[in-house]
């Protein structure tokens, strides 16, 4: 979570995978302070979007297999260890430059790729089968790093940044659906285009009931909104 405050009147929270890029975008143009949770606590409307929990998971894991994919030979994020996107590099079949991956990650993907094969597993289905198992080992580590460092902004409860001190400081909640409309009421102005990732195959039920309790705060915040 980024507190901005964008007036001695207004702070708004800019939540990640709830359109946080489009509207850093949209406050570039303006004069805004970043703030802490505290000088947030102070402006008299503190205004946020919170997305369908699920959705922002499958977002944040969208963008990390995105982020993988391109840059297989950087660490920029713990989750990298956790999802390969080989799946992305079987799609692309001829046209991936596999001197961007390093030797060790080469191996192992041309080891499963082999092994798979000598089975005849179709090229599709075993990336369908390699993004599944991409998505369980994510789903794994976001239930692991619950209270702990690694938990990610990313797919952290939003109901639990709303929080200062231990207490929500949102006075004004808006569904991430109409997030559009909530930027226009206080901005005068349009937000720029929301990001989207390619949709990544995933099992979406995969511990689903523990990902439920995990989020069942943010689902209580959105079950008092239009």
């Known amino acids: 979570m980024i507190w901005v405050s964008v007036s001695e009147k207004l702070c708004w929270g800019v939540v990640e995978k709830c359109a946080s890029t489009s509207m850093?975008?949209?406050?570039?143009?303006?004069?805004?302070?970043?703030?802490?949770?505290?000088?947030?606590?102070?402006?008299?409307i503190v205004a946020a979007c919170i997305r369908d929990p699920m959705e922002r998971l499958w977002s944040a894991f969208n963008h990390f297999y995105e982020i993988t994919f391109d840059r297989l030979t950087t660490k920029q994020h713990k989750v990298d260890y956790a999802i390969k996107a080989y799946g992305a590099v079987l799609r692309a079949g001829d046209s991936y430059n596999f001197t961007s991956m390093n030797s060790e990650k080469k191996a192992e993907y041309l080891t499963t790729i082999a092994a798979t094969r000598l089975i005849g597993e179709s090229d599709s289905a075993?990336?369908?089968?390699?993004?599944?198992?991409?998505?369980?080992?994510?789903?794994?580590?976001?239930?692991?790093?619950?209270?702990t460092k690694s938990e990610d902004t990313h797919w952290m409860p939003q109901a639990t940044q709303f929080c200062f001190e231990g207490k929500n400081i949102i006075t004004d909640l808006y569904k991430f659906e109409n997030v559009n409309e909530a930027w226009s009421k206080h901005f005068n102005t349009n937000l720029p285009k929301i990001n989207s990732h390619p949709?990544?195959?995933?099992?979406?039920?995969f511990r689903y009931d523990e990902l439920r309790v995990y989020y069942k705060e943010d689902y209580k915040l959105r079950s008092t909104l239009q």
């Not at 198992?133 to 794994?140: A, E, R």
């Not at 949709?199 to 039920?205: G, M, R």
């Open 199 to 205: 949709n990544i195959n995933k099992d979406i039920f």
């Open 24 to 44: 850093h975008k949209s406050m570039d143009e303006g004069f805004f302070r970043h703030v802490l949770g505290l000088e947030a606590s102070k402006h008299e």
């Open 126 to 147: 075993l990336a369908t089968r390699l993004d599944a198992i991409d998505y369980m080992t994510f789903v794994s580590e976001v239930l692991r790093s619950k209270g």
